[in-house]
């Protein structure tokens, strides 16, 4: 009930519709923004006291800068959701941020995006009922020891490419993908979350704020101070987190702008007007004064990545946005020829797994009993399931 519904109609759950009883310190309930990083505080669990007409309340599972994200259970369906609350303040309303996550999320239905299921507005909150996943790429890296099945990665990359392109073909960029941002259900399905700083690029103007997507996911024309930008700011970022999935580590983990440009330019060499046009006239370059590196061979740095791979990383990392591969080209790219024909049929709301040909390996490093999954034979599928 209320699926859908416009935040301004004042949407209400039917009494006992959510129930909060179900309490988890970990997975993607408790992933909630303050200036940029994580926090999860204790959870405490409050009988008797009523929220939203059912008998328990969660407090302080996660708390953020403009809210706290709750792990419940629906009456009807029995289905796991995450419920992020949002706190209004009446002289202010609603924060931006949730404004935008709401208007953009209503409306993209994609097997690769998280479901928002219903919005409950009241006087002092709003609340986004999302769809449950169990955990996110960072948690999925750690549970299998920074060591990812090479065949994982791709499917993963193959995910998080297919929800992209969906949001990029509606004009909307995500603007801040890094591994916590991608959620992972027990499935092995990818899907992108916290659309908190997307925006939809239709707006009549070009220029948007240069603080966004987290630092080591940033791409350089950002970091040097450019507002006018489009879907090749995500694309950047998607590169980063290919590397990240196929080494076990991020790919340029700097603390500052200056040391992040200075991490880039060390790999990828340091640019010129020949690999990016008109950088040199850049003031914000010019006066960080970068020693000339020549760009290094990423087959060195990602010795576990086929040929095939290596030239999508490569794409996905050009300086020069007008050069930068798309995500709709990057789908089409030889590196996922293995994954069949079919994979390129799929109605927007299938899941990639419902092909009898794509199935997760076990993760050579896998640790974890977070993640548990059976090895695939050559010739034979296997599922992967949460325990």
């Known amino acids: 009930p209320g699926i859908g519904r416009l935040v301004s109609q004042g949407v209400w759950t039917p009494k006992g519709f959510i129930s909060t009883s179900s309490v988890s ?9 303050t200036n940029g990083q994580q926090t999860t505080n204790n959870s405490r669990v409050a009988k008797g006291t009523s929220w939203l007409g059912v008998g328990w309340a969660l407090v302080g599972l996660a708390t953020g800068t403009y809210a706290t994200v ?5 009456k009807l369906t029995e289905n796991l959701v995450a419920l992020k609350e949002i706190r209004l303040e009446h002289e202010e309303g609603a924060p931006c941020t949730a404004i935008r996550e709401v208007s953009l999320l ?10 928002l299921h219903d919005i409950i507005h009241t006087e002092r909150s709003l609340t986004l009922v999302f769809e449950y996943l169990d955990s996110d790429l960072k948690q999925y890296l750690d549970s299998c020891g920074n060591l990812m099945s090479m065949h994982n990665v791709k499917i993963f990359m193959f995910q998080l490419l297919r929800g992209l392109n969906y949001c990029h073909k509606r004009k909307i960029l995500h603007r801040d993908l890094k591994p916590q941002n991608l959620l992972i259900n027990d499935k092995g399905e990818l899907k992108l979350a916290d659309f908190g700083l997307a925006r939809a690029k239709s707006v009549p103007t070009k220029t948007y704020s240069n603080e966004v997507v987290t630092l080591w996911y940033r791409p350089p024309d950002v970091l040097l101070g450019s507002t006018e930008y489009s879907t090749p700011i995500d694309m950047w970022g998607v590169g980063c987190i290919m590397f990240e999935m196929a080494t076990g580590r991020p790919m340029f983990p700097g603390a500052t702008v200056k040391e992040e440009l200075h991490l880039v330019f060390r790999l990828m060499g340091t640019p010129t007007d020949d690999t990016w046009p008109s950088i040199g006239s850049n003031q914000e370059f010019r ?10 061979a990423l087959l060195n740095h990602v010795p576990r990545l086929d040929t095939e ?7 996905l990392l050009m300086f020069d946005t007008r050069t930068r591969v798309s995500s709709e080209t990057a789908l089409h790219h030889s590196y996922f020829l293995s994954l ?6 799929l109605a927007d709301t299938a899941s990639v797994f419902s092909l009898s040909e794509v199935r997760l390996q076990k993760d050579p490093g896998h640790r974890s009993s977070v993640f548990q999954a059976q090895v695939r034979p050559t010739t034979t599928s296997a599922l992967w399931s949460c325990c």
């Open 25 to 33: 310190e970990s997975g993607p309930a408790g992933h909630v923004k």
């Open 70 to 74: 709750f792990k419940g259970r629906s």
């Open 106 to 115: 209503k409306d993209l239905k994609h097997a690769n995006i998280v479901t």
């Open 287 to 296: 006066s960080y004064v970068f020693p000339q590196y020549r760009p290094q």
């Open 309 to 315: 791979g290596i030239d999508l990383l490569n794409a």
């Open 340 to 345: 069949g024909e079919n994979i390129h049929s």
